[in-house]
């Protein structure tokens, strides 16, 4: 079955680092989003992403933050600087047509800024 | 805005114990809601949704019915098994046939017992 695949799986920064996760969406699928979980807290969305560009972002998703689609079958999802705020758990996802069919996530990739 | 909101977990069950899974929402206009289950290790799944009132989704023996009178969209199941293990997310989005822009709950842990 096909799935959308993330790595690292863990990744940890030194505050102020630049990281970069890595989502590789289900190849026929054309809708792309970041969502992210602080521990105890609840899965938040962070951006959309359509026909290369973004669609929809959260006040979250500051000019820290930016995504790409550099190759056709990876997602990314950079942030510039981190903060210890940024620790969370971020999951990628996609789906084909945006609509009210759900959203294939990943498995996750767990951010530890320290 | 929209918000979601469920019971605090965990919920401890033995096996075959019915399950009720408590969510309630608050959003403008009419709502898609949806059920995620994230196994350990795993993705977030969409385990059911329903996209208009009175409408029940289910999956693999879950169930929930949306209510707009109570604006409730509480999980069900007749009898939990072991594999059942996970966590669930209520979610919502906030236009009908749509689940691009999702909006989570904090997620319930339910742990099943012999």
């Known amino acids: 079955e096909p799935e959308v695949t993330q790595t690292p799986s863990h990744q940890v920064t030194q505050m102020g680092q630049e990281v970069i996760l890595r989502c590789v969406p289900i190849s026929n699928h054309l809708y792309f989003y970041w969502y992210r979980q602080i521990l105890g807290q609840k899965v938040e969305f962070l951006v959309s992403f359509y026909n290369n560009e973004i669609s929809e972002k959260s006040e979250i998703f500051d000019d820290q933050f930016s995504v790409e689609r550099p190759d056709g079958s990876n997602f990314t999802l950079k942030i510039r600087s981190t903060k210890l705020e940024d620790s969370a758990m971020y999951f990628c996802?996609?789906?084909?047509?945006?609509?009210?069919?759900?959203?294939?996530f990943g498995s996750g990739t767990q951010l530890s800024v320290l | 805005g929209n918000s979601v909101t469920q019971m605090e977990g965990p919920v401890t069950l033995s096996e075959e114990a019915f399950l009720t899974i408590n969510c309630t929402y608050t959003a403008t206009g009419y709502p898609s809601l949806f059920w995620y289950v994230q196994y350990p290790g795993e993705g977030l799944q969409l385990l059911l949704k329903a996209t208009k009132a009175d409408d029940k989704g289910s999956n693999k023996g879950f169930e929930a019915t949306y209510r707009k009178e109570t604006t409730s969209f509480h999980l069900e199941k007749g009898s939990v098994q072991v594999s059942d293990s996970a966590v669930y997310f209520c979610a919502l989005s906030p236009y009908t046939g749509t689940a691009s822009k999702l909006t989570f709950g904090t997620g319930t842990r339910l742990q099943v017992t012999l």
């Open positions: 996802a996609s789906n084909w047509d945006g609509r009210s069919q759900g959203l294939f």
